[in-house]
């Protein structure tokens, strides 16, 4: 069975702009200015972790930021417990007695209303926000400091979130690389001054933009409050006013999704909230990403029919391979990663699956999140 003309070049069509995509974030990534002097001037910071059942993570973030190299004057952090059904409520006042810390109960539903509720208590001129499953160096805030202290003009300013993994471990290793390449996508769209997106679990911005933003945070989903967040800050004040700080110092460590139930979930509920988004570049670029791989898997299934098929099928995953390969291969290089690469053959393959799989279930699926169901 041969394939008509009209058919075979929009695929080539997709492939040519998916390679212009991401030779751009590859540059993007390349130019960031990583190396800074350390300033000797300060600011301050309120840290603020919204936290629900993470009796087993939260000592860990703890521990991590009362060890950071920074005047403990300086910062404070605020916890904020979503109706906590483990013990997290009781491992935060004994860590409350050692100071600096102040714990708060939320007074409505969800990790929205936390992190309003923690806005209202800050007391500094900078808000961190930190998911309470993760953990930091303890350079951190110093590393922070030195670059708003170069870049006064930043709202919204974008840190590194990497998957903690153990290379033997396939399946967190695997989830490590993916996660990967959302983090260099974002550094790299940053760098154009045009972010696409954010992850609430390294979030930096002044406090008194609140004021002037519709901190609502589109309460029609449960998740999202990164992308809203962004989405506003560039409405207001346009995309230059976005920054990625791109530093080994500013990375905050997450861990991986236990089993792909877990993995599965996490990615419907991130895909949910597209449908709430106004972004026009978030959307085009998510749409993108997803109609790219679900062709390529279109043209997996014609293969069976078609030699035709095939042989562009075999063109269009060589090319994809390699463009993707050289956008993480830097990243993974500057975050000392790139013995993870072992796995990105078996990545470029399932990526592709699952991403389809994602983007055609999310309008339809519920999930779990936090042991509460949407």
């Given at each position: 069975m041969?394939?008509?003309?009209?058919?075979?070049?929009?695929?080539l069509i997709?492939?040519n702009?998916?390679t212009?995509i991401n030779?751009g974030v590859?540059?993007g990534?390349?130019?960031l200015?990583s190396?800074?002097k350390n300033s000797k001037k300060?600011?301050s910071f309120?840290i603020v972790?919204p936290?629900?059942?993470?009796a087993?993570?939260i000592p860990?973030?703890?521990?991590?930021?009362l060890?950071?190299n920074?005047?403990?004057?300086?910062?404070?952090i605020i916890?904020?417990d979503d109706?906590s059904?483990d013990d997290?409520?009781?491992?935060?006042?004994e860590?409350?007695?050692k100071g600096?810390i102040?714990?708060?109960?939320?007074?409505?539903t969800?990790?929205k209303?936390?992190?309003?509720?923690?806005?209202q208590h800050?007391q500094?001129?900078?808000?961190i926000?930190i998911d309470a499953?993760?953990?930091?160096?303890?350079?951190?805030?110093t590393?922070?400091?030195?670059?708003l202290?170069e870049n006064k003009c930043?709202k919204l300013?974008?840190a590194?979130v990497?998957?903690k993994?153990?290379l033997?471990?396939?399946?967190?290793?695997?989830?490590?690389?993916?996660f990967?390449?959302?983090i260099v996508?974002?550094?790299?769209?940053a760098y154009?001054?045009?972010?696409?997106?954010?992850?609430?679990?390294?979030?930096i911005?002044?406090?008194?933009?609140?004021?002037?933003?519709d901190?609502?945070l589109e309460?029609?989903?449960p998740?999202?409050?990164?992308?809203f967040?962004?989405?506003?800050?560039k409405n207001k004040w346009?995309?230059?006013a976005v920054?990625y700080l791109?530093?080994?110092?500013a990375?905050v460590y997450?861990?991986?999704?236990q089993?792909l139930k877990?993995?599965w979930q996490?990615?419907?509920?991130?895909?949910?909230?597209?449908k709430?988004?106004?972004d026009k570049?978030?959307?085009?670029i998510?749409?993108?990403?997803f109609?790219?791989?679900?062709s390529?898997?279109t043209?997996?299934v014609?293969?069976?029919f078609s030699?035709?098929?095939?042989?562009?099928?075999a063109?269009i995953?060589?090319?994809?391979?390699?463009s993707?390969?050289i956008?993480?291969l830097p990243?993974?290089?500057?975050h000392?990663?790139?013995?993870l690469?072992?796995?990105?053959?078996?990545?470029?393959i399932?990526?592709?699956?699952?991403v389809?799989?994602?983007?055609?279930?999310?309008?339809?699926?519920?999930y779990r999140?936090k042991?509460r169901?949407y």
């Amino acid at each position: 069975m041969n394939i008509p003309d009209n058919i075979l070049i929009p695929f080539l069509i997709f492939i040519n702009i998916y390679t212009a995509i991401n030779f751009g974030v590859f540059w993007g990534f390349l130019s960031l200015k990583s190396k800074r002097k350390n300033s000797k001037k300060t600011n301050s910071f309120s840290i603020v972790i919204p936290a629900r059942n993470e009796a087993k993570n939260i000592p860990h973030l703890l521990d991590s930021l009362l060890a950071q190299n920074y005047d403990k004057n300086l910062f404070e952090i605020i916890i904020i417990d979503d109706f906590s059904e483990d013990d997290t409520l009781s491992i935060l006042e004994e860590y409350e007695k050692k100071g600096n810390i102040q714990i708060l109960k939320n007074q409505k539903t969800g990790k929205k209303a936390a992190l309003q509720m923690a806005w209202q208590h800050s007391q500094n001129e900078y808000i961190i926000q930190i998911d309470a499953d993760c953990s930091v160096k303890p350079q951190y805030l110093t590393s922070i400091n030195t670059y708003l202290q170069e870049n006064k003009c930043v709202k919204l300013l974008l840190a590194p979130v990497l998957l903690k993994y153990k290379l033997s471990h396939f399946w967190s290793a695997i989830q490590a690389l993916e996660f990967s390449s959302l983090i260099v996508s974002t550094a790299g769209f940053a760098y154009y001054k045009n972010a696409i997106m954010a992850n609430g679990a390294n979030l930096i911005y002044p406090k008194n933009i609140l004021h002037q933003l519709d901190t609502k945070l589109e309460n029609k989903t449960p998740s999202g409050d990164d992308m809203f967040l962004l989405q506003e800050v560039k409405n207001k004040w346009g995309g230059k006013a976005v920054h990625y700080l791109k530093s080994e110092e500013a990375v905050v460590y997450t861990h991986a999704s236990q089993s792909l139930k877990d993995f599965w979930q996490q990615r419907i509920r991130w895909a949910s909230k597209g449908k709430y988004l106004k972004d026009k570049l978030s959307l085009f670029i998510g749409a993108y990403v997803f109609l790219f791989n679900f062709s390529i898997l279109t043209l997996f299934v014609l293969s069976f029919f078609s030699a035709q098929a095939g042989v562009l099928l075999a063109l269009i995953f060589l090319l994809k391979f390699l463009s993707d390969f050289i956008v993480l291969l830097p990243f993974l290089h500057f975050h000392k990663s790139k013995k993870l690469l072992i796995y990105y053959p078996i990545l470029s393959i399932l990526y592709i699956f699952y991403v389809s799989f994602v983007g055609i279930a999310a309008p339809f699926s519920s999930y779990r999140w936090k042991n509460r169901a949407y």
